[in-house]
């Protein structure tokens, strides 16, 4: 296949050795939206939250403290660069670890708050994020011994083998459970219940990129 | 000579104006279903304007700058998506990159509010996107057939071997399921539902409503568009604008006559729709 009608003709390519990193509209789209929300979470602030209280006719509010503003923002910055790194990756091995990555940043960034629903929630999507860690390096890994090579500028010339068909279906499973889309989606959604915008916007922002880049991904190992 | 800056204004200006006057078409059918008058096929132009001439609101509780950027850069994607879309025919990745951030979009300016009604919306749009991606996702089985996501060449591939929809109907059905998705009232906009008020929209009042009313007409011309290019081929301008018409005035319909779902049913259906129509349109493909 040609690497370019996918996301468009290639704008660059940066040589390192068996791993070639490359750039076309597609991942430059990705990679400047996902920079654009990163800056924006570092300079911005956290809303407070308005609730109902039952039985009375009261609202309730619930801010961010200090402490666990700081530690959140921290974790979304990193969280924004390590989703921008995936988007212009061309090696799968790191799209892989980027990946992992982001689901342990995600658990992370609501794992600060204090609210005992939102940490169950948080921990069940852990274990779902940890589970599907398996099929994803393990796809990974059966595609790097059935082509050998982790460039997708090399894979793209090889034609797709039911190993690595059978590979690039592991990984898809394990895409989905670290993203928490359907049907693993019911623990994430619960997790967004806590105070705190800007870090709920890069959980979910990474999750919906990093779905986007392994849809890419996949066509161009199967194809 | 050409000039591409004058395109892609022409375009935008097209999309806005196409746009609004086909949702003021939605309101109008969902009205006469339901026995009413209805507005006038311009009200949802004329919303749409007079919001950037009334008062801005800044509530206490909203964080700063999300509240006013989201909007900003809703606006700014679905411009993109012209450009993508309409205007140079590009990678259907980007405009799927594209509908993404409009994900983001609701769920951001929902939670960045600090009200509760855009909380709830914030939390289903988690829940819808979890759905509406993969159904999104789906229309990557083109590229089984046309060997490329680039619109021009899928447009191309069409002229030459007939218009996709007879070939992978299953896949058509999943898009214009999205398409339902966005439609005003459908049983699947759970974010915007009357239960929780305006859902994300809430809060945004003045040039900030003004913002998202231009980008959703906007975003409703390059769904439909891309509808008609991606399952009906080279169509001239003349019967892309009447099975614009026509595709509204049936999501209309829908929209009249379904009660909206709850989130969990909205979500398992749309699973369903994503998961059936993927495994029919691969057999129909592979065997």
Redesign the interface.
Known sequence: ?NIG????DLLGLIPLGDIVLYI???HL??FV?ML??TF?IA??????????QFGTLDDK?KTVDLKEFRARRFLSVVCGIATAGAMITGDLYNLTLFMSLIGILNIGIISSVKQIDVLDSVFQYGLIAMMCSLPLFGGAALVLGACGTVSLLAIQSIKPTAMMIFGAILMFIGACGES??????AS???M??T?G??F??IV??SS??I??RV??VL?IIC? | MYNLMADILINVCLAFLFGSLLLGLHRKVMARVQLRPGPPLIQYLLHSLKFFFKESSWPKTISKPFYVAITVILCGIWVTGVIVGPVFKGSLMIIFGIYAVHKIVEHNSGSSSGSPYGKLSCVRAVFSASSELLLFASVALIYLLSHSMDIGAIINYQEINGPLIFKVPLLAIMFFTIIVTKAPYSPFSITTGKDIISGFETEHFGFLRGYIMLSESIMWYVLLWLFLCLFFGPISLLWILIGMIIITIITGFISAITPMLNPNHSVMIQFTIALICTVGTLIQIFV
């Open positions: 296949m009608s996918l996301g468009g076309n509209p597609f789209f990705m939206t654009i929300f924006l300079i911005g602030r956290t809303e407070t939250q308005v609730e109902t509010t928490g889309i359907a049907p693993f989606f994430k959604a619960e967004f219940r105070p915008s800007p709920l916007l979910h922002l919906l990129f779905i986007i849809i890419e066509l194809t």
